[in-house]
């Protein structure tokens, strides 16, 4: 049987729930649109898988958090889907595309044909099996991506209280993730090859606070190495760590968070591509013609620094989604809308820790604030300067208006005539402004 439909969004995660919204305040009729995902759930909000999901006390569950409650507006449960006239195909993978045909196959042997197709389908996990690390298939070694690993790991926190975990992996799902593991009172250890946690975007200043207050909590951490193999029990579970440093780590639970692929594999040859994703342009437009990529897998021009990238943070998934669903029914009847203009936007939350970041993390950086892990109310930041200008700012335990004032600075890029007095004004400054 062939399913025929106007728009096809693949992939049913941030970008399609917002996507979805957007299409119907755009007016899509019923039977136009459907939404075709791998997934057993409607589109969701994924940060809270390494955060709420994992609380020991009354964890985050679905529908609680489908999407858009993370931007604060309507939660979209299932039944939105159906009222909205929009389909649900869940638990199916596109398993082919054909982009000049316009045609989808799933596992299944379903067949989809659309007009437009909007190309969603997120990240995958980069697996240490991946790189050949031995015994890295024994049971309880988990990554997280989906709302099906969270609910083993969930499982496995249980079974193995007060047990060992080993959290392999120092960026932002290391992080939030061994503070949830700590939460449930495991014994973690994190370990991770830099010199300190989430380089990507952390100075050594802003990280030497977070392992600080990490080690406070009573998080271990070894950085310098990785691990190199696994140990396991007679049934097959993960007994110990082997790092490249020579130690050996116990471990009832391992988590490894050491980044994502964008899941584009099916469109290989088909649509051109760069920087690792789907080339489009500013309406998310991609080479093929009526085929839009959102999300994780778009690299899209970043108007403010008349660059390209590709983000694969939330906030950019829930406006490239809105964005181009504006732009595919826009162009319907002949029309177009306001070229995208994304100021980055990302964001963590661990213990009782919470930060945000705006712009671009390049040039020389000034630290305001009180960093001290050990301060009962922690409060500080660090603007990064280039060419004479604030183009970045990140804040810890900001206020609403401060971060409403950081995100203002990286947006209006502010000279700096004097470093000093911008370490010394602080958070001051970009309220000025
Ligand atoms: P996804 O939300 O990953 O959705 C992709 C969907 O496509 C999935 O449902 C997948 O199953 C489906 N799919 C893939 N291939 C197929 C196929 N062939 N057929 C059918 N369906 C398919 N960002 C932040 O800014 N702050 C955070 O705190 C934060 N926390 C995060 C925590 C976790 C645990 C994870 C995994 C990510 C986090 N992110 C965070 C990143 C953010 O969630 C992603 O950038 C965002 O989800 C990307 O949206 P997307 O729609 O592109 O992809």
Redesign the pocket.
Known sequence: MVHSYKYII???????GYAAREFVKQGVKHGELAI????AVA?Y???????AYLFPESPARLPGFHTCVGSGGERLLPEWYSEKGIDLYLN????SADLAAKFLK?AKGEHFDFQTLVI??????IKLSDFGVQGAGAKNIFY???VDD?DKLYEAIKAKKNGKAVVVGGG??GL?LSAVLKLNNLDVTMVYPEPWCMPRLFTKEIAAFYEGYYSNKGVNIIKGTVAVGFTTNSDGEVKEVELKDGRVLEADIVVVGVG?RP?IS?FKGQVEEQNGGIKTDAFFKTSAYDVYA????ATFPLKLYNDVRR???????RKS?EQAAKAIIAADVGQSVEEYDYLP?????SFDLSWQFYGDNVGETVLFGDNDPASSKPNFGTYWIKEGKVVGAFLEGGTPDEYKAIAKVARVKPAVEDVNQLAKEGISFASKI
């Not at 199916?92 to 398993?95: A, D, G, L």
């Not at 959102?294 to 897998?297: A, E, L």
């Open positions: 693949v992939g049913g995660g941030v970008s399609a075709i995902s791998k997934e589109p909000e994924r940060p809270a898988l390494s955060k199916t993978e596109i398993v799933s969603a389908t997120g990240s995958a996990v997280l991506r989906e969270a932002y799902i939030e994502g899941q099916l959102v999300g994780d897998v983000v694969e943070h939330v906030d950019h998934a989604a936007y990302f964001y963590s939350r």
